[in-house]
């Protein structure tokens, strides 16, 4: 079983940066890709970008491209989400997920494990 915990979530003026962590633990696989996922209040979850497991290879949702950075460190089992100029609209809990493929897609369906994650308020 894959363990997954995002970190760094809290509250930010607009315009602020946030940087949220992923760390796996238990069992992990070595060549899967990852993913961020959203979901605010009433509405469904969302992509939000995704990486391979060398980092070369990542794909972004229109709403975050040019705002957003995903990354991954492999030697610490953890992936990233660099959130810069932050939108009120960017108010979500924000979800780690892995799927057990190494090809990056943007379904939620896709990921086979999931964090608990981490509420992120944007204030206007």
């Known amino acids: 079983q894959v363990q997954l915990v995002e970190s760094g979530g809290g509250l930010v003026q607009a315009g602020g940066s946030l940087r949220l962590s992923c760390v796996a633990s238990?069992?992990?696989?070595?060549?899967?890709?990852m993913g961020w996922f959203r979901q605010a209040p009433g509405k469904e979850r969302e992509f939000v970008a995704a990486i391979t497991w060398s980092g070369l290879s990542t794909a972004y949702a229109d709403s975050v491209k040019g705002r957003f950075t995903i990354s991954r460190n492999n030697a610490k089992n953890t992936m990233y989400l660099q959130m810069n100029s932050l939108k009120p609209e960017d108010t979500a809990v924000y979800y780690c997920?892995?799927?057990?493929?190494?090809?990056?897609?943007?379904?939620?369906?896709?990921?086979?494990?999931w964090g608990q994650g981490t509420q992120v308020t944007v204030s206007s």
């Open positions: 997920a892995a799927r057990t493929s190494p090809v990056v897609v943007r379904t939620a369906i896709e990921y086979r494990y």
């Open positions: 238990g069992r992990t696989f070595s060549n899967y890709a």
